[in-house]
């Protein structure tokens, strides 16, 4: 059968009747993506293949670990005593799990951490030894930091869910890959009136396993993009909007349009706390019918994630308040001031690249307030030989200053052809110049002079930061207010008008290299 998104589901499920032809060709479902929805997923085909009344006697669960496979193989394969459909469902399961995907794993498990969630942590840590076949004893032992790439910062808290899992005797499930027993049992087929269910957020398409729910069952795809695209912002406001209109008709509630933004605002893409935010307010609201605004402010508290590049974002566009909320919700949800002020540093270094670029010759063609099809055609071309000037210039650096065999940063092709990579390359994929159009807008705010004061700052909160006891946030924000407000008393400097201070006659730094602005 074919793989079928969640928004298709509501179709499906209207054919999905026990006993009919349907039902009957299709007896195994695999579920993936975002938590929440196949979870709601699920319910919605557990429901639909058996009443609630019977689901009591008729519906198992059996814990995602593959430690616990070979039991819902064996219940799946045996004929129900019971009158009626029989459903065996695997809860996130880890079959497409592999070592290969450590990196992922660790993320979970720090998202778990962070959200003060030990035990879903503890799983995922198991998990991670029993794929790469460690031990508690080789863990302590360094042996994870030799087969996965984790900092200092990911140890500390990797031993504090270590501990947990000590603490708490929880074992490392065995190393046993039963896929391919359940792919064959799926090939084979099931006892009629049998449905087997596997939910996971994680799957491998090229495994044979996936290949065989989706040629012999069903494959429900709940999966939502996590960037930061419009068109992927666009989806998971549909996604959103479509959660939280499920449980209003539930409940016979509305909400106010108002309202609505706000608690999206407060939640950001998280559809389990939307769910449980929006049934706090139908249950303060009662017997109400309408969610005002006036009731989000109340009862939610913000409990949104602000991805770092907000913060940058408020940076470049000189919102002083907007920059310092950032900053203590960063601080809030456990960034280290270290990861903020690294943030900071590298979208100042990006504007004054990009400052540099207006106000070096291949900038006459740029104006504020340009139009983006005149931006590609007559702005792109200047980027890129401003982009080569710099590439050549800095080639020329390397092979003068720093000797190729104690560079690993450039290649000896690159020293030879006089070239050397940097990450200040305004235009590195002009397929998608859109970003760089930004970018130089948002210079066009600062001065040349004031950028090369605010690197000498951020220099000295990196000193501050590593060596004073004063509070982190409280330097951070100084030398913020000390940036932004400098920066407004001299916005809308002439270009190529040369500004007097005195840092006026500080060389640029690109990529830890200095010079003379002759560009």
């Known amino acids: 059968m074919p793989v079928i998104t969640y928004s298709?589901?509501?179709g499906f499920l209207k054919t999905l009747k026990p006993g009919n032809a349907q039902s009957a060709s299709c007896q195994a479902f695999l579920f993936h993506g975002n938590e929440y929805l196949y979870r709601t997923a699920l319910a919605a085909v557990r429901n639909t293949l058996m009443p609630e009344t019977a689901q009591k006697m008729n519906y198992e669960t059996i814990d995602g670990d593959t430690g616990y496979l070979r039991e819902a193989i064996e219940r799946i394969c045996t004929v129900s005593l019971l009158a009626g459909p029989k459903i065996v469902a695997v809860i996130d399961s880890k079959i497409f799990y592999s070592k290969h995907d450590h990196e992922r794993i660790l993320q979970k498990m720090k998202n778990a951490f962070d959200r003060h969630d030990l035990k879903s942590a503890s799983r995922l840590f198991v998990r991670l030894l029993s794929l790469l076949k460690i031990t508690y004893a080789d863990f302590d032992h360094d042996s994870l930091q030799k087969s996965v790439q984790v900092n200092q910062e990911d140890l500390v808290w990797?031993?504090?869910?270590?501990d947990y899992c000590r603490s708490k005797q929880v074992e490392i499930p065995p190393a046993v890959d039963l896929s391919e027993e359940l792919n064959r049992i799926i090939n084979k087929g099931f006892p009629r009136g049998n449905y087997f269910v596997m939910t996971s957020d994680l799957v491998d398409k090229r495994r044979r396993l996936y290949k065989s729910f989706e040629s012999q069952g069903l494959v429900i795809d709940c999966s939502v993009p996590k960037g930061d695209r419009k068109a992927d912002r666009d989806i998971q406001q549909k996604v959103m909007e479509h959660a939280v209109a499920d449980i209003l008709n539930q409940y016979g509630k509305t909400i106010a349009a108002d309202a609505r933004s706000k608690l999206y605002d407060i939640t950001g893409f998280d559809l389990r706390s939307i769910a449980n935010n929006i049934k706090k307010l139908i249950d303060y609201i009662e017997p109400r019918t309408d969610i005002t605004i006036e009731d989000v402010s109340l009862i939610l508290k913000r409990s949104k994630q602000d991805p770092i590049y907000a913060l940058t974002n408020a940076f470049a566009d000189r919102d002083i308040n907007q920059t310092l909320f950032y900053i203590n919700s960063l601080l809030?949800?456990?960034y280290h001031p270290l990861q903020i002020l690294s943030a900071l540093l590298n979208q100042t270094r990006k504007l004054l690249t990009a400052r540099d670029f207006i106000e070096s010759r291949y900038g006459n063609v740029w104006r504020q307030g340009i139009g983006y099809t005149q931006f590609r055609s007559q702005v792109i071309p200047a980027l890129q030989s401003y982009d080569r000037v710099l590439t050549d210039f800095l080639g020329e650096w390397h092979q003068v200053i720093i000797p190729p065999a104690n560079d690993t940063a450039i290649t000896k092709k690159q020293i030879k052809s006089g070239k050397a990579r940097t990450d200040l390359m305004l235009l590195k994929n002009p397929a998608?110049?859109?970003?760089?159009?930004?970018?130089?807008?948002?210079?066009q705010k600062f001065s040349h002079a004031k950028l090369v004061t605010a690197l000498h700052q951020?220099?000295?909160v990196d000193r501050q930061l590593k060596s004073s006891t004063a509070n982190p946030r409280l330097i951070i924000e100084k030398t913020i207010l000390s940036i932004l407000m400098e920066v407004s008393q001299t916005v809308g400097t002439p270009r190529?008008?040369?500004?007097k201070?005195?840092?006026?006659?500080t060389p640029l730094k690109l990529s830890g290299a200095s010079y003379d602005k002759t560009i």
């Open 332 to 334: 809030k949800n456990n």
């Open 496 to 499: 190529n008008k040369a500004v």
């Open 432 to 443: 998608n110049a859109y970003p760089v159009y930004l970018l130089l807008s948002k210079a």
């Open 458 to 460: 951020w220099g000295e």
């Open 501 to 505: 201070s005195e840092h006026a006659a």
């Open 8 to 10: 298709q589901l509501d």
């Open 158 to 162: 990797l031993k504090k869910v270590a």
